[in-house]
DNA sequence: ATCTTTTTGACCCCGAGTGTCATTAATGTG
DNA sequence: CACATTAATGACACTCGGGGTCAAAAAGAT
């Protein structure tokens, strides 16, 4: 996976002013600062003098400051699409979903801000909380339109909207019991969630 | 249900200058103006002219304007947790949740700015739809709570968390598509969504 | 050396949110 | 009635995020 972000346009030449900065650059410094001083009290002048740039050169690289934490996300929806998509047929459309949000998060241990660091700023961080939503979205969408595919009906129906909203619940409650318990496993915690959900509804 | 906000407080005293607005007015001058020029083109200046009052007395109101469209919000948990505690003992768990949920939006057909309008308003635009998690999250915890006392658990262990997730999920899966379909029957679809989850995690 | 391309930084303005404080408008008391 | 008390408002100032504009900077290309 690329740690490019998906703003970045491929630099149609080599001529013009380089870069004196990149979204690397920016998410590292401002994540330092986020855990330390905090979300809200870190201001964009704050990044911009920890990196030497201006204020106006972050808010060109990042269209929000509540964008920076999420860093690289919208590159793995294409992965998540292609997980989705080698899902053997004969699985039952539940398992094969389930096991689809298991391999996405399945991350690499070496990322920059880890990947549980960066969880957590996310989900404790009101004004991060809310503005994720968006970003939701487009996740939900991904698993809609597979299982649109699955049944022949179209994303926007009612039951890939349902499986989509459903997964992101399942999703959502696993990492934050991942969060509260220091040496939980993620995978696990995504099965003892699906297995609730089960027993629940045909109780 | 009574219309006073819940930051309404009881006034001590009826010494001291009277209130010139209220949250009531500031609530219906600002949806005027959130439905014909749009929520974000509609400035605390514009909403305080409307009624004759400073933006400043506005902010005092309501804690932020995201905060507006959603009214007396908090007020209506009350009486889910009572429409919950209500539930006959004997109804299986997932039953007595999905009722409660249907009766929690039974809405009076004569609120002032109808349910359906407030909900478009708050369902499509992003900034609200952002913003809403933060009152999701108590709306889900009543659910949570309920579920903990019927299991013998914490609110805040996996099934109840779960439960409040999923409820939430089926909710807004149903509310969206209410909003899209001009003559569809809330809780028509709010049983079809959990219809829906039932065969799709049992297939 | 000059032209072209691209990024940066320096301004600009706007709107939300918040603190402070004098002013206003009521009630209660002598 | 005059005066103290209480509570809400309005005016002002300030910070921060977001975004528009444009000249300057720094590279490659000719």
Redesign the pocket.
Same mark, same amino acid.
């Given at each position: 996976m690329p740690t490019t972000p998906a703003h970045a +346009?491929p630099?149609?030449?080599? $001529?013009? $002013?380089?870069?004196?900065?990149?979204h690397a650059e920016i998410e590292q410094a401002a994540f330092r600062l986020f855990v330390t001083k905090g979300f809200?009290?870190?201001?964009?002048?704050?990044i911009?003098e920890a990196i030497?740039?201006?204020? $106006?050169?972050i808010?060109? *690289? *990042?269209?929000? +400051?509540?964008?920076i934490p999420w860093g690289q996300f919208d590159r793995t929806l294409d992965g998540f699409r292609e997980i989705l998509r080698a899902m053997p047929e004969g699985l039952p459309l539940h398992e094969a979903v389930h096991r689809g949000v298991l391999a996405f998060n399945d991350f690499p241990a070496d990322a920059s801000p880890s990947h549980r660091d960066r969880m957590r700023l996310i989900l404790t961080t009101p004004a991060l909380q809310a503005h994720s939503v968006l970003r939701y979205a487009s996740w939900r969408e991904v698993i809609a339109e597979y299982v649109a595919e699955r049944t022949g009906t179209r994303p926007d129906d009612l039951l890939p909207q349902t499986v989509g909203q459903v997964a992101l619940a399942l999703a959502l409650t696993s990492y934050q019991a991942w969060l509260a318990d220091e040496d939980a496993s993620l995978p696990h915690l995504l099965d003892a969630t699906m297995a609730h959900l089960r027993s629940y509804v045909s109780a």
């Open positions: +346009k630099r149609s030449s080599l $001529r013009g $002013r380089p870069a004196v900065t990149s809200e009290a870190t201001t964009l002048d704050d911009g030497g740039v201006g204020r $106006r050169t808010t060109r *690289y *990042y269209p929000s +400051k509540n964008d």
